[in-house]
């Protein structure tokens, strides 16, 4: 089950991928991880599923993330009369937190958040950003405003509030049942929703304590202004172009995203590029070439992993959605520029032996030609020290934490084996060019490169670095 490439794919899973035999089908394709999304569904739906995951797991000996995206405050119109209205450029609209059903002039917006964080001037986005909203007057229960852009706009559709903080806990009382939910199956990560500031992670990292790996989707332009923040603070960061493509100019998006990237791959945390990569894939079993670029773009500026949301969840071709990406990686990953652009930036190192050997591993690795990097890892933090320099050659990881092989899966390079506890260096050796081998990583003959920390069993102590022969 070795992946020939380095980037990872996360697949969400939903109506369209929820049996046994799909959800095998998608890991066979090259899903490294599934996501179980919380914005649909109910607990007893993705229990199913999580469990179909642990023993599609123990049946084939490869360990599996499991990401739970939570689904984080939800800002909506309420209702409509007659169910749906249709705005006019240029016309007066009102809304207020009154429980009346809404119609031509006004409607319901139950949000107290937001009317304090508004004021003349201040531009809402309606559905998605299809309908646009400039306001004229406004009070601790009301805004009166004008239509900028028109349409249609239906009952329970979102609203956005470009550029600013909303006074919103990024953790509904949905979310903390849906979380300690999660915690108590077993989930690897777990995703959190409409963070716009450092202290929207305390109470997360507080519930979770430590059973689960943090990462933190990037949604909101005010998140972006304490960028170096949230990435110290996560465990790993998405980009979530769908939400951010609403609240900012899509022009901008771009150039956010390899920022976001570049910003993540200097710190050593993971990240994650998800939304609308294979869109077209939902209903048509090929993309378009235009998302085929958007994929691998994302493999060149150096991301961890990529993401599929409804192409796998409910569309009609997930298992070839999968096996697109796959395909798309592994091709990017071929391309002589690609090493080009990888190697064009070098992370700045800490003064530490870890940061030091696991540049060394990739430097080393690269001189003698090795088969393989080999990373002896109880935390996971050697294995994402040696990802970060982004070497030529794969990276297998040994370590006996169940947790951390999980959590491994969606990092870039990573290869991750569960094995006993070693007691000596000897066996270490040994144990390393055994499982190379065994997993055809490197052939009779060849040179891996090894690292681990001794005393054996210490988080972040990697303080050795060996080359060794792979016997038969």
Same mark, same amino acid.
């Not at 990569?277 to 998302?291: D, F, G, K, N, V």
């Given at each position: 089950?070795?992946?020939?490439?380095?980037?990872?794919?996360?697949?969400?899973?939903?109506?369209?991928?929820?049996?046994?035999?799909?959800?095998?089908?998608?890991?066979?394709?090259?899903?490294?991880?599934?996501?179980?999304?919380?914005?649909?569904?109910?607990?007893?739906?993705?229990?199913?599923?999580?469990?179909?995951?642990?023993?599609?797991?123990?049946?084939?000996?490869?360990?599996?993330?499991?990401?739970?995206?939570?689904?984080?405050?939800?800002?909506?119109?309420?209702?409509?009369?007659?169910?749906?209205?249709?705005?006019?450029?240029?016309?007066?609209?009102?809304?207020?937190?009154?429980?009346?059903?809404?119609?031509?002039?006004?409607?319901?917006?139950?949000?107290?958040?937001?009317?304090?964080?508004?004021?003349?001037?201040?531009?809402?986005?309606?559905?998605?950003?299809?309908?646009?909203?400039?306001?004229?007057?406004?009070?601790?229960?009301?805004?009166?405003?004008?239509?900028?852009?028109?349409?249609?706009?239906?009952?329970?559709?979102?609203?956005?509030?470009?550029?600013?903080?909303?006074?919103?806990?990024?953790?509904?009382?949905?979310?903390?049942?849906?979380?300690?939910?999660?915690?108590?199956?077993?989930?690897?990560?777990?995703?959190?929703?409409?963070?716009? /500031?450092? *202290?929207?992670?305390?109470? $997360?990292?507080?519930?979770?304590? &430590?059973?689960? =790996? #943090? !990462?933190?989707?990037? %949604?909101?332009?005010?998140?972006?202004?304490?960028?170096?923040?949230?990435?110290?603070?996560?465990?790993?960061?998405?980009?979530?172009?769908?939400?951010?493509?609403?609240?900012?100019?899509?022009?901008?998006?771009?150039?956010?995203?390899?920022?976001?990237?570049?910003?993540?791959?200097?710190?050593?945390?993971?990240?994650?590029?998800?939304?609308?990569?294979?869109?077209?894939?939902?209903?048509?079993?090929?993309?378009? /070439?235009? *998302?085929?670029?958007?994929? $691998?773009?994302?493999?060149?500026? &150096?991301?961890? =992993? #990529? !993401?599929?949301?409804? %192409?796998?969840?409910?569309?009609?071709?997930?298992?070839?959605?999968?096996?697109?990406?796959?395909?798309?990686?592994?091709?990017?990953?071929?391309?002589?520029?690609?090493?080009?652009?990888?190697?064009?930036?070098?992370?700045?190192?800490?003064?530490?032996?870890?940061?030091?050997?696991?540049?060394?591993?990739?430097?080393?690795?690269?001189?003698?030609?090795?088969?393989?990097?080999?990373?002896?890892?109880?935390?996971?933090?050697?294995?994402?020290?040696?990802?970060?320099?982004?070497?030529?050659?794969?990276?297998?990881?040994?370590?006996?934490?169940?947790?951390?092989?999980?959590?491994?899966?969606?990092?870039?390079?990573?290869?991750?084996?569960?094995?006993?506890?070693?007691?000596?260096?000897?066996?270490?050796?040994?144990?390393?060019?055994?499982?190379?081998?065994?997993?055809?990583?490197?052939?009779?003959?060849?040179?891996?490169?090894?690292?681990?920390?001794?005393?054996?069993?210490?988080?972040?102590?990697?303080?050795?670095?060996?080359?060794?022969?792979?016997?038969?």
């Amino acid at each position: 089950m070795r992946r020939n490439r380095a980037a990872k794919i996360i697949a969400t899973l939903g109506p369209a991928s929820s049996t046994p035999e799909k959800i095998e089908a998608l890991f066979r394709a090259g899903a490294d991880v599934f996501r179980l999304n919380f914005s649909h569904g109910t607990q007893d739906d993705h229990r199913r599923r999580y469990d179909i995951i642990r023993d599609l797991e123990s049946r084939t000996g490869r360990p599996i993330a499991v990401l739970a995206d939570l689904q984080g405050p939800k800002l909506r119109v309420g209702r409509f009369n007659e169910g749906a209205v249709e705005l006019e450029e240029g016309q007066g609209f009102r809304l207020d937190m009154g429980k009346e059903p809404g119609d031509l002039r006004r409607a319901p917006l139950p949000h107290p958040e937001i009317f304090a964080a508004i004021g003349p001037g201040t531009e809402l986005l309606l559905d998605d950003g299809k309908l646009k909203l400039r306001v004229d007057q406004s009070g601790a229960d009301f805004a009166n405003t004008v239509v900028v852009t028109g349409g249609r706009l239906s009952e329970r559709k979102g609203v956005n509030v470009p550029n600013a903080v909303l006074a919103l806990t990024p953790l509904t009382d949905k979310d903390r049942a849906d979380l300690a939910f999660a915690l108590d199956m077993g989930v690897d990560w777990v995703a959190l929703s409409f963070v716009q /500031r450092p *202290e929207d992670v305390a109470e $997360a990292r507080r519930l979770i304590a &430590g059973r689960a =790996a #943090v !990462m933190i989707k990037l %949604e909101k332009p005010a998140a972006i202004d304490c960028l170096e923040e949230l990435i110290d603070l996560s465990d790993a960061l998405m980009v979530a172009r769908g939400d951010l493509g609403v609240e900012m100019p899509p022009e901008d998006v771009p150039a956010l995203q390899k920022r976001i990237i570049t910003a993540c791959r200097l710190k050593g945390k993971p990240v994650v590029v998800a939304t609308q990569m294979l869109e077209s894939m939902i209903h048509s079993p090929a993309p378009t /070439r235009a *998302e085929a670029s958007d994929v $691998a773009t994302a493999v060149y500026d &150096g991301a961890d =992993a #990529v !993401m599929l949301s409804a %192409e796998s969840a409910s569309g009609d071709y997930p298992v070839e959605s999968v096996k697109m990406m796959n395909r798309i990686i592994g091709r990017t990953e071929r391309d002589p520029l690609y090493r080009k652009l990888i190697e064009a930036l070098h992370p700045e190192l800490e003064a530490t032996a870890a940061d030091a050997i696991s540049a060394a591993a990739a430097q080393v690795a690269h001189t003698v030609s090795a088969a393989a990097i080999i990373t002896y890892t109880t935390s996971g933090s050697t294995a994402l020290r040696v990802g970060r320099q982004r070497p030529e050659v794969p990276i297998l990881c040994l370590t006996s934490q169940t947790s951390t092989a999980r959590r491994l899966a969606l990092a870039w390079g990573a290869h991750c084996v569960e094995t006993e506890d070693i007691s000596s260096f000897g066996e270490m050796v040994g144990k390393a060019c055994g499982v190379a081998y065994r997993d055809e990583f490197a052939r009779a003959g060849q040179r891996v490169v090894v690292t681990a920390g001794v005393p054996f069993g210490t988080p972040g102590a990697t303080n050795v670095l060996r080359i060794a022969w792979v016997e038969e």
